[in-house]
T-cell receptor, first 108, second 113 residues
Framework: GQQVMQIPQYQHVQEGEDFTTYCNSS?????IQWYKQRPGGHPVFLIQ?????EVKKQKRLTFQFGEAKKNSSLHITATQTTDVGTYFC????????FGTGTRLLVSP | NAGVTQTPKFQVLKTGQSMTLQCAQD?????MSWYRQDPGMGLRLIHY???????DQGEVPNGYNVSRSTTEDFPLRLLSAAPSQTSVYFC????????????FGPGTRLTVL
């Protein structure tokens, strides 16, 4: 079945540093979604990408969908302590498959 | 709107016990899903429903039953709890199809001893 892997599994940065998480699927995706889960909370939808090569920005967050629609990335510029949490990518139409997640820790 | 609600928040069971995790949504979404979250494994789909009376299996359905008698409610039943079912369970709803944007409930943290 479809598998979605994310790297790194964990990253610890100093506030102000940049952060990137990568999402790789074993199959071509119709779309890719990104979610954020704060510690002790539930996943919250951030954004959806649909087109090959699509790039979307939300303030300091930049999301990219690969040309082959098998990979995606989330880049955070100048991290803040409020960015702490686990970031998940997810893809699929009939059945959504979530990535393994990247846990981000930001030290002040 | 309350969105997606789940009860209980925490539960401890003994091996072999049964229980039902409750989930309700007030957004009139047709699609509802149950996921379990385990460390390092992301969220895995257990069962989902495309509307009242219609359910289907996800990636990890064994040991769980679901039913959908109304649009609002989607309970998850553990028939005979096992320690491998210790996890955090999230219910989610979506509007257009199962792979559409997921609106998650707050989760139920289940421990099976």
């Amino acid at each position: 079945g479809q598998q979605v892997m994310q790297i790194p599994q964990y990253q610890h940065v100093q506030e102000g540093e940049d952060f990137t998480t990568y999402c790789n699927s074993s199959t071509t995706l119709s779309n890719i979604q990104w979610y954020k889960q704060r510690p002790g909370g539930h996943p919250v939808f951030l954004i959806q990408l649909v087109k090959s090569g699509e790039v979307k920005k939300q303030k300091r967050l930049t999301f990219q969908f690969g040309e082959a629609k098998k990979n995606s990335s989330l880049h955070i510029t100048a991290t803040q302590t409020t960015d702490v949490g686990t970031y998940f990518c997810a893809g699929g139409f009939q059945k959504l498959v979530f990535g393994t997640g990247t846990r981000l820790l930001v030290s002040p | 709107n309350a969105g997606v609600t789940q009860t209980p928040k925490f539960q401890v069971l003994k091996t072999g016990q049964s229980m039902t995790l409750q989930c309700a949504q007030d957004m009139n979404h047709e699609y509802m899903s149950w996921y379990r979250q385990d460390p390092g494994m992301g969220l895995r789909l257990i069962h989902y429903s495309v509307g009242a009376g219609i359910t289907d299996q996800g990636e990890v359905p064994n040991g769980y039953n679901v039913s959908r008698s109304t649009t609002e409610d989607f309970p998850l039943r553990l028939l005979s709890a096992a320690p491998s079912q210790t996890s955090v369970y999230f219910c989610a709803s979506s509007l257009l199809f199962q792979g559409d944007t997921q609106y998650f409930g707050p989760g139920t943290r289940l421990t099976v001893l």
